[in-house]
């Protein structure tokens, strides 16, 4: 599976960005799909995921009600609505895939098999 990330930029807090995940190579709606973010100095951490229909998702409690993570399988793309931006949202985000059964959602990264190359992602105050 091939993932190639995008929408990162440069917004001022309280701003919005859409990040977008546009995968290929297998079939992507059988996955679980997920983001996660790395700030700099710091871990890799979790900040949502989706399960292969879309009907589920689970967010890190640091973006709950902010951020929306959703999918679109007809045109192979995971989406990431980030919105309320605060200067701590500062990261690369990544977007990932699991291989596991498709129902279940990953929360550790090392659950996750397939890595995009990340998108940037800096809130200023």
């Known amino acids: 599976v091939q993932l190639q990330a995008s929408g990162g930029g440069l917004v001022q807090a309280g701003g919005s960005l859409r990040l977008s995940c546009a995968a290929s190579g297998r079939t992507f709606s059988n996955f679980a799909m997920g983001w996660f973010r790395q700030a700099p100095g710091k871990e890799r951490d979790f900040v949502a995921g989706?399960?292969?229909?879309?009907?589920?998702?689970i967010y890190a409690d640091s973006v709950k009600g902010r951020f929306a993570i959703s999918r679109d399988n007809a045109k192979n793309t995971l989406y990431l609505q980030m919105n309320s931006l605060k200067p701590e949202d500062t990261a690369v985000y990544y977007c990932?895939?699991?291989?596991?059964?498709?129902?279940?959602?990953?929360?550790?990264?090392?659950?996750?098999?397939?890595w995009g190359q990340g998108t940037l992602v800096t809130v200023s105050s």
């Open positions: 990932t895939a699991d291989t596991g059964p498709g129902y279940i959602i990953p929360t550790h990264r090392y659950e996750y098999d397939y």
């Open positions: 989706i399960n292969w229909s879309g009907g589920r998702t």
